[in-house]
């Protein structure tokens, strides 16, 4: 039978709300949390927040996710403050700005790591940068911009499908392909001049994608506003669970 044991702030944690987690060398986890920073190693912990007057503390205490570049090296994604670079063992963080890094502006809406260990960044009103991890420098990849008769302002979640190639969801305006060989964008949509026609607003619960996940089989998963759909990467079959097939919850996946 399982067991479980609250960790929060009635046990000395920072927040009770958990954005994310990542294990270091030791096994230790390092957590996510919206008011700072915890290192756990399942029973003792140690919470990292920002102090004004002390610039070696962490520089900001909103932290939306965390990517493991190396066992001792992960990135901290603090929202509309840019990056932070944290060494896990010497337990050091470094601020990086998106002048530095050669992006558009300090609000990133997404990072997500590929399978070579490149670095994505989604950066709000602009479009996707690669980032090369040792000179750490952008390149833009996907710049916003119109599509298929379609003006596409801002990009949300990204997932690599096994084969590497990069989806994005657009909001409300469908899901973009990114194909990792040629280049070449392709665009899901309800209507319009598209690569991919949908038969119907049938073959996904949503366009406004929060979520997407790759399982094992390459079926893409996404999680919206009216719950969660797929598609299948190589063959394009898509479908959708509807919430009330469900069990509990009113549908949204974030």
Not at 16 to 42: C, I, P, Y
Not at 75 to 104: D, M, Y
Not at 139 to 160: I, K, M, R, S, W
Not at 184 to 205: A, R
Request: hydrophobic share 35%.
């Amino acid at each position: 039978q399982l067991q479980f044991k609250k960790f929060g702030l009635e046990q000395g944690f920072p927040s009770n709300t958990v954005k994310r987690f990542e294990q270091d060398l030791r096994n230790d986890l390092w957590v996510a949390t919206d008011k700072g920073l915890v290192l756990f190693d399942g029973v003792n912990h140690i919470n990292f927040e920002h102090l004004v007057v002390d610039d070696d503390t962490i520089h900001f205490n909103e932290i939306k996710d965390v990517v493991k570049i190396n066992p001792a090296a992960f990135l901290l994604h603090v929202g509309t403050n840019g990056l932070i670079q944290l060494n896990t063992e010497l337990r050091h963080f470094r601020h990086l700005r998106w002048s530095e890094l050669g992006l558009s502006s300090d609000t990133i809406i997404h990072i997500k790591k590929d399978q070579d260990n490149r670095l994505f960044v989604n950066v709000l009103n602009s479009g996707i940068y690669g980032v090369n991890l040792q000179s750490q420098r952008a390149q833009l990849v996907l710049p916003t911009g119109n599509y298929f008769d379609y003006e596409y302002t801002n990009f949300h979640a990204l997932e690599f499908d096994n084969s590497g190639n990069l989806w994005t969801g657009a909001w409300s305006k469908g899901l973009l392909k990114l194909n990792k060989e040629s280049r070449k964008l392709s665009v899901f949509h309800l209507e319009g001049k598209i690569d991919f026609q949908l038969s119907s607003t049938e073959d996904f619960n949503s366009l406004y994608t929060h979520t997407l996940k790759i399982d094992k089989n390459d079926r893409l998963l996404m999680g919206g506003f009216l719950g969660l759909s797929w598609i299948d990467t190589k063959t394009q079959e898509k479908g959708c669970f509807q919430w009330n097939n469900l069990r509990g919850g009113t549908g949204r996946v974030v």
